[in-house]
């Protein structure tokens, strides 16, 4: 089956410090994969679409300078949350839509734990 | 607007006995509906969808979720719980019409499966 990785799996920073979250479609391409933040015991709130080759879709209210989004390649989407603040601590997950696959085929990484002291 | 409702927050279940997931949705038009679920620290994981068909969808783990349109719901059952069930469950939407891959999630509803 199609396996999306995101790596690192948790990672610690200080405030003021920049933290790179990288997404990989392992077994497919993938020209569409989202991103999304977890708070809590809450559900999922869709940060942005990156489409590779394009300029990231983001959100209402997610700031595109501060969640920067590079979709370079067909296998591999980054986010970078830049001068990160303790507010940014979240539990980031990406999703992947295989390509020329029925758009239902979303797979979902296994998220990246974010705390920022 | 399009949304996802479900409507508790937590559902206890003594293993063994059935249990039912609640999800209600409202759309524009025609619904594509799914189902995932999502263990302590752990991505998402696709449990079934509804597109087009049969009302009564199978999926993974013996799960399975009846699409009513009337009543606008897709709520998720299992005849028989088990421990490890237990996790957060997430219904989600997405209008046909719409020409992007985007889901609108419901709140989530965590399932605890008592031994």
């Known amino acids: 089956g199609a396996v999306v990785s995101q790596h690192p799996s948790w990672v610690i920073c200080k405030s003021g410090t920049s933290v790179k979250i990288e997404c990989r479609s392992l077994?497919?391409?993938?020209?569409?994969m989202f991103w999304y933040r977890q708070f809590p015991k809450q559900s999922l709130m869709l940060m942005a679409t990156?489409?590779?080759?394009?300029?990231?879709?983001?959100e209402q209210g997610v700031e595109k300078d501060k969640f920067l989004i590079n979709h370079a390649s067909l296998t591999l989407s980054t986010l970078t949350v830049t001068s990160a603040h303790p507010e940014d601590s979240s539990f980031y997950i990406c999703?992947?839509?295989?390509?020329?696959?029925?758009?239902?085929?979303?797979?979902f990484g296994p998220g990246t734990r974010l705390t920022v002291t | 607007a399009q949304s996802v409702a479900q409507p508790e927050d937590q559902v206890n279940v003594a293993e063994g006995n059935p249990l039912t997931v609640k999800c209600t949705y409202s759309?524009?038009?025609?619904?594509?509906l799914f189902w995932y679920v999502q263990y302590p620290n752990r991505g998402l994981q696709f449990l079934l969808k509804?597109?087009?068909?049969d009302n009564l969808v199978k999926g993974s783990y013996g799960f399975e979720a009846e699409f009513n349109k009337s009543q606008t719901s897709f709520h998720l059952k299992k005849p028989s719980a088990l421990v490890s069930d237990s996790a957060l469950y997430f219904c989600?939407?997405?209008?046909?019409?719409?020409?992007?891959?985007?889901?609108?999630w419901g709140a989530g509803t965590k399932l605890i499966i008592k031994p």
């Open positions: 999703s992947a839509i295989r390509d020329r696959a029925p758009f239902y085929e979303q797979y």
């Open positions: 077994d497919f391409q993938a020209t569409t």
């Open positions: 990156s489409n590779e080759g394009s300029k990231a879709t983001y």
């Open positions: 759309v524009s038009g025609n619904p594509y």
């Open positions: 509804y597109i087009t068909g």
């Open positions: 989600a939407v997405r209008d046909m019409r719409q020409s992007n891959y985007q889901l609108i």
